[in-house]
């Protein structure tokens, strides 16, 4: 079998079954199996709402970066006007390159799954405040 990371918390597998191969999310599979692992909860669709900056800095921009960085992870207009974020596209912005990478927080621990998926998640429906 073979496994492929696709965003934060999601891996995909290719796995053979009766001489076909098809391609499986894990996160899919585990959660219909009952698993479900603290540090990475499956939202509940019905539940699920589009993470907000205001938390993202309530949670884990003023808790976590701002030893090194004050309060320019929690000011909107700092982060967007620098560009560590392209809206809809977390791949490309240097935020989600440096967190994701474990190379932020240098000075902390290493943000969970959770947190970064977070991260993701905002940038990719779009980064608004």
């Not at 073979?2 to 053979?16: D, L, Y």
């Not at 001489?19 to 996160?27: D, N, Q």
Request: aromatic content about 10%.
């Amino acid at each position: 079998m073979k496994i492929a990371k696709i965003a934060p918390g999601i891996r995909m597998a290719n796995v053979k079954l009766h001489g076909k191969t098809f391609l499986v999310s894990l996160a899919i599979l585990l959660k219909g199996c009952g698993f479900n692992h603290p540090k990475m909860p499956f939202p509940d669709s019905a539940q699920s709402s589009p993470v907000s900056f205001s938390y993202l800095t309530q949670n884990i921009f003023i808790p976590k970066c701002s030893d090194c960085h004050g309060t320019n992870m929690g000011n909107y207009s700092y982060l967007m006007n620098r560009n560590y974020i392209v809206p809809g596209s977390a791949e490309s912005s240097l935020l989600y390159q440096l967190v994701s990478t474990g190379e932020m927080p240098k000075n902390g621990q290493a943000l969970r799954s959770d947190e970064i998926s977070a991260i993701y998640e905002w940038i990719q429906a779009g980064a608004k405040e």
